[in-house]
Nanobody, 125 residues
Framework: VQLVESGGGLVPAGGSLRLSCVGSGLTFSRYGMGWFRQAPGKDREFVAA????????YYSDSVKGRFTVSRDNAKNTVYLQMNSLSPEDAAVYFCAATPYSTSTYYTLPSRYHYWGRGTLVTVSS
């Protein structure tokens, strides 16, 4: 199984980025997909997730209203549209796949079976 993120980069505060994550080696439509981030010296934190049915999305309070998670099962791809970025959003962003459909599991890194290697997002003030 491989999950490969792309789309990270340097953006000024207030700017936008769109991250993508392409999965291979798994039946993509049978997995919930999540985005997590980790800043230097901090724990990995939940950002957003979309369930396998594509009907439910979940967001952390810190990104709600600014970020949008979506997926295209035909392309084995999950996206994270990030708007109104601030320096506090700077981190390495990871996508991950979970076989669980229980909504409370989506925020828990331990419930994800597969992880990408991450893409770096830098936000200049």
């Amino acid at each position: 199984v491989q999950l490969v993120e792309s789309g990270g980069g340097l953006v000024p505060a207030g700017g936008s980025l769109r991250l993508s994550c392409v999965g291979s080696g798994l039946t993509f439509s049978r997995y919930g997909m999540g985005w997590f981030r980790q800043a230097p010296g901090k724990d990995r934190e939940f950002v957003a997730a979309v369930d396998m049915t594509v009907r439910k999305t979940y967001y952390s309070d810190s990104v709600k209203g600014r970020f949008t998670v979506s997926r295209d099962n035909a392309k084995n791809t999950v996206y994270l549209q990030m708007n109104s970025l601030s320096p506090e959003d700077a981190a390495v962003y990871f996508c991950a796949a979970t076989p669980y459909s229980t909504s409370t599991y989506y925020t828990l890194p331990s419930r994800y079976h597969y992880w990408g290697r991450g893409t770096l997002v830098t936000v200049s003030s």
